[in-house]
């Protein structure tokens, strides 16, 4: 009886302390250069809470107003909801030269976004994304939208992009935070371990 006392106790310690632990809101963005899409969550203990999501769609013109229109609605976000940390998803290598270097400018664009307000940016595969959030890195985009839509208890489906990057700002609320604060140079990730 004693043991399940202190249990107990011990138990409902850590319980008051979760929730009195303070909530970190992570910004998630999966960048490109036609919808960047952006998601917002709070992070409290392992709690995560939904804050908002969307996505920036840039006119069809020239390169540097595209660029500029991501710049502002990313600072708009970031004014506007004041996230502490940041999540990216890192450029894959495409078919085509020409489209991984425009979204690189794209997530450079984002980049520069978190960095001028002074926030910490990690970055994430998309094969890290899809094994934190679905359970395997070779989910398809639907399995990704609905496991966020479950964890993060949505009334209904996002947008396929603000899914992403609320995938991203999950990946990142699950693991990132610890690993960003891990010596990790010289290591890599495999199957969401330091190798």
């Known amino acids: 009886m004693t043991r ?24 998630g963005i999966d960048p490109g250069l ?28 020239a ?22 940390q940041v999540a990216l998803e890192k450029v894959f290598v495409n078919v085509n030269p020409q489209s991984t270097l425009l979204l690189g400018q794209a997530r450079g664009t984002a980049i520069c976004a978190a960095v001028m307000h002074g926030l910490p940016v990690s970055e994430y595969t998309a094969l890290q994304v899809k094994q934190a959030v679905v359970g395997k890195g070779h989910a398809a985009k639907d399995q990704v939208q609905e496991m966020v839509k479950r ?8 947008n396929p992009d603000a899914a992403d990057a609320l995938a ?28």
Do not use: N, W
């Open 63 to 84: 390169l540097s107003e595209r660029l500029k229109a991501i710049l502002d609605g990313l600072d708009e976000v970031i004014a506007g909801c004041r996230p502490e």
């Open 151 to 158: 964890l993060l208890k949505l009334a209904g489906d996002p």
């Open 34 to 61: 036609r919808i960047t899409g952006f998601g917002v969550l709070d992070k409290s203990g392992q709690r995560l809470a939904y804050v908002t999501s969307g996505c920036i769609r840039t006119p069809a013109g």
């Open 4 to 27: 399940q006392v202190r249990l107990s106790s011990i138990v409902s310690r850590l319980s008051v302390a979760a929730a009195a632990a303070p909530a970190v809101r992570i910004l």
């Open 168 to 195: 991203c700002a999950i990946c990142h609320a699950h693991g990132g935070q610890g690993m960003g604060r891990l010596a990790t140079a010289g290591y890599r990730m495999r199957r969401g371990r330091l190798v």
